[in-house]
């Protein structure tokens, strides 16, 4: 793979304007500081088997900077090399992540190195990277995207893998490396940081927490870098469509979103743009609800809006929807089945091996549904969840339903879906003020925890609610963030997804305004991402009110 | 269709900010001025039928403003009934159109009334409408959408048409109507202003160019409104994928853009972003291109980039590109033939009746897209040619000329493809400034043409490449715009779309860039609109190209 380089006379005014501001550093960092531990930490789950796989790292402490006098002050004559790692999908905000670190290290330590690897943890096993100064980083400063050093989705798990990567620890002398990445990585980043101080080598492992999906969180770490632009180019777009729905007033729009294990962005648009539907995954698991159930729910309020004189309206729908259905789960578990097995014949016999229940979902799904799973496999030979495109399933599925309540003259109207899928659009956006300054934070904090000795650590910035000079910086133990889970007969760490919580206070808020949103039109449109005037340094309403019901 | 009405207090805080942003009007309107008639007008083609369909006015002087002292000016004791209405689909800044002429009223009429006429020209025929006050005009100024008083696509055509027409014109005892449309609703609108003047009827009317297509311009009207915003819109979108597409190195981004009829929008986009490939639709037809010439160059790129190292890429399609391609046209009309009085047998036997060239195109078409041709009809039985989603159709076809070449030993990469659709997120954003001071230009003007009795004209606002304070305001004879075509053995007045003119300066701009583009990545991301600061007020490249090249 190649990367061309990005030269700023290519930049449009606004990327160029977005060089040289300046970002905000919370006060701790700007003065002397001292990093203090905390108590011992122990797991989210399963302590003994935690403990037992990062026996060198289970029970260590989370670290906190405070202000000291320069007596405890990292001595800055130590000259550091680090490298520095983008694991997994974009998130705006990654390159400035890049930017605290290779500040903190020209501002606080003397001749030190820092090493982008490329392409993610491949980079890391194949000892590609570049070295990274001042000019070539400068073109990337608050810019969205991670073509910087490219990402990569690799891991670094067998033990061939580990030794490559302690040999580039050894080739180029690593003292630290920073893993920006979400869940996955950041569990990746653990088990490295183990692995090196198992084999007593000095290279420090530090994680950062990434992912516009949001659902890499937990008290220490409020909020995943990416989710608060990509919510906020989404919102756009649903905002805007949201005046056409009302303008034209004779489409629904359904709007699939981007986050595949949780529905925090759905949730967060909705909270942003106030859709006459969101259908939040995690609600769907927790009451049982089927496809039909689903479908009802919107029909419903299809007919409703039809009495009130509204042939319009705008649905929201998590990417990861149908992952949430049992009942979907279940068909396609039997459906891999039997299509590993048995031929499929034209008339259809080869159903009957299908238990009822799926088999009356099945004949319950659109015709073009039933095809693609039958018809588009992976290359294992099972079906692609990943390809159904819900937002286009749903729309059938309601017209189905229209058309039946029309046969029992329930309904009389016209109904026309129109269906979008967001999400490309979103993970390379311009990063918005808060994603530029709490990236900022977070890569100038990795760099104190390395220097200071720490590994196994996620970087953590909190009180987030209050201006960036009172911001916490600390970092978290990643152990503390664990569980297992039994894969193949093995217990494997996993940091478990941070799922949208029934009782959290961002899906009561949306919980309490959904009816008065699905009737009423309170359609709220944000308008495109604005970096000066006085929104600009507003953050989401998920972070917000979670911050707010912590208190 | 009911319309609940804006509220500001569930504005976003960009909306509500927007609100109240003083708008600058050209200098001439500033002050007292003259309306001066230029020489008569002929029509764009056969003038001889113009003048017989619009007896009336044909041959009627365009009209300009200039500055003048007061003795010229038009009485400002008139107080005037004037009606407005949207027609087609949405643009923003179609609610600063009537803002225009609200403001033009109350400031140079007195005790004038405006009435708004709902959900477009079938609210003239049934009268339907809501009388238009500060209050109820305020939470729109500067607002995107229609939905001050809706649109719609109904069009005044038989003679109970006008008759309905006449009789809301006499009963609100209008002086005058202004139609904001597209060509068809101009044409329109000066069918009304001859029918209006034949019967003797005081109501005047004048039209107002809109359609984010942008194919509604002349050397007196040089764009029209919402081309500017959306296209910005769609830019930032281009610009974020762009971005995901460098960095994540893997995918080919295939955009189909709205604009049916003409590629503009396309073709801005690409002068706005920089893609690897842009396809013009009116390329495509001047040179005769298959739907296999498209395919194989977009193919060629994707090799020759491949060489290059670079297995990703964004690529920009028209949505009306199939209509550009004769043997599609071809092929579609055979099929419509077939499909209404033949029998589609499963063995395939019907294709028998295909011209050969034709067969092999459909035999060349990815599955899903012969299924579509021969499944999906409209109420009529004929192919909806509207529903092929051309970006998906591109990605198969590419899909399966790489493999052919993969089996030649030519190809031995990897190719993803990611499919858009960019449309109704641009059709009612947050109007750009330009759109913004352009539209309430148009309004205010469209006030001064009424006031001084001018019909059949559309509002014409010019010298754009200038500050606001220097455009040109004036309205020129519809009937010079028109040209006839023969539809069921009859002339019809038409005002003909303006096509991306293959010898004109933006198309020249492009083609002399977009090799380079193509190899080399020149990514150009604008980022989200802004409102304030250095790039605001800037307006699209087809415009300042195009007044350059007049210049």
Known sequence: MSNPGRLASFYSELQASRLDVGLPLPSVLKNSFNVVDGPPSSAAGNPDEIAKLFPNLFGQPSAMLVPGDSSGALSSNQSLKIGVVLSGGQAPGGHNVICGIFDYLQERTKGSTLYGFRGGPAGIMNCKYVELTTDFIYPYRNQG??????????????????????????????????????????????????????????????????????????????????????????????????????????????????????????????????????????????????????????????????????????????????????????????????????????????????????????????????????????????????????????????????????????????FKGQHHFFGYEGRCGLPSNFDSNYCYALGYAAGVLLHSGKTGLISSVGNLGAPVEKWTVGGTALTSLMDVERRHGKFKPVIKKAMVELQGAPFKKFESLRDDWALKNRYFSPGPLQFTGKTANETNYTLMLELGAQA
């Open 145 to 414: 995207g991670f073509d910087m050093i490219c990402s990569g989705r690799d891991k670094i798990e067998t033990p061939e893998q580990f030794k490559q990567a302690e040999e580039t620890a050894q080739k180029l002398n690593l003292d630290g490396l920073v893993v920006i990445g979400g869940d996955d990585s950041n569990t990746n980043a653990c088990l490295l940081a183990e692995n090196f101080r198992a084999k007593n080598l000095k290279t420090r492992v530090i994680g950062c927490p990434k992912t516009i999906d949001g659902d890499l969180k937990c008290k220490e770490v409020p909020t995943s870098f990416g989710f608060d632009t990509a919510c906020k180019v989404y919102a756009e777009m649903i905002g805007n469509v949201m005046i056409d729905a009302r303008s034209t007033g004779k489409y629904y729009h359904f709007v699939r979103l981007m986050g595949r294990a949780a529905s925090h962005i759905a949730l967060e648009c909705a909270l942003q743009t106030h859709p006459n539907i969101t259908i939040i995954g995690e609600e769907v698991a927790a009451k049982k609800l089927t496809l039909k159930n689903v479908t009802d729910y919107i029909t419903d309020v299809i007919c409703k809006r039809a009495e009130l004189g509204f042939n319009y309206g705008v649905i929201l729908v998590p990417e990861g929807l149908i992952d949430f259905i049992p009942e979907v789960q279940q068909l396609i578990a039997e459906l891999n089945e039997i299509l590993a097995h048995d031929v499929v014949d034209e008339e259809g016999n080869w159903k009957k091996k299908l238990r009822s229940q799926s088999h009356q979902l099945f004949e319950f799904l659109p015709q073009a549904i039933q095809e693609q799973l039958l018809l588009e496999r992976d290359p294992h030979g099972n079906v692609q969840v990943a390809k159904i495109e819900t937002e286009k399933m749903l729309i059938q599925m309601v017209e189905a339903e229209l058309e039946n309540r029309r046969s029992k003259g329930l309904y009389n109207k016209e």
